[in-house]
């Protein structure tokens, strides 16, 4: 497990720049020290295996977020996938007319299963993602009006 560059708490995110893994109170620490470093991006580390993710930010301070990397959601899905249809086969082993209806409704779900496809899946995973949000507020616009003065 990697640890924390700087106290030894498990790392949450790697930032290139100062080549550190760093715990996220650390994290605050070094980026919000000044608006040199807080432009540093940093990557959230998989909170499973702790290997780099998608997901980057920048600022002063990071919220803590969870993030799981491509490797880790791909082996739970197949893992998720395979457990499902040994679910599925226990469950058609029952005998007796109520049998019959849960059938029924099993085939509607293996027909939606099918209709939906895996697709399905990586569209569930793209909105339960969660995006760090930097907690400074974005610059301000250029739109203001300096025309009525000659």
């Known amino acids: 497990?990697?640890?924390?560059?700087?106290?030894?708490s498990p790392a949450?995110?790697?930032?290139?720049s100062d080549q550190?893994?760093?715990?996220?109170?650390?994290?605050?620490?070094v980026h919000g020290a000044n608006f040199l470093v807080a432009k540093h991006s940093r990557t959230l580390l998989?909170?499973?295996c702790q290997s780099s993710t998608p997901w980057n930010g920048s600022g002063p301070k990071l919220g803590p977020t969870i993030?799981?990397?491509?490797?880790c959601v791909n082996s739970?899905?197949?893992n998720e996938a395979g457990n499902e249809g040994n679910d599925h086969d226990n469950g058609a082993d029952g005998v007796g007319d109520s049998d019959d209806?849960?059938?029924?409704?099993?085939?509607?779900?293996?027909?939606?299963?099918?209709?939906d496809g895996q697709g399905d899946n990586d569209e569930?995973?793209?909105?339960?993602?969660?995006?760090?949000?930097?907690?400074?507020?974005?610059?301000?616009?250029?739109?203001?009006s300096w025309r009525g003065i000659h």
Do not use: G
Request: hydrophobic share 20%; net charge negative; aromatic share 6%.
């Open 101 to 115: 209806d849960d059938s029924d409704s099993d085939d509607n779900f293996e027909e939606e299963e099918d209709d």
């Open 12 to 16: 949450n995110l790697y930032c290139e």
């Open 67 to 71: 993030s799981v990397c491509e490797i």
């Open 76 to 78: 739970n899905v197949k």
């Open 46 to 48: 998989c909170h499973v």
């Open 20 to 29: 550190a893994s760093l715990c996220w109170d650390c994290d605050a620490r």
């Open 124 to 144: 569930d995973e793209e909105e339960n993602q969660v995006v760090p949000w930097s907690s400074t507020p974005p610059p301000p616009t250029s739109s203001s």
């Open 1 to 8: 497990m990697k640890k924390c560059e700087l106290c030894d």
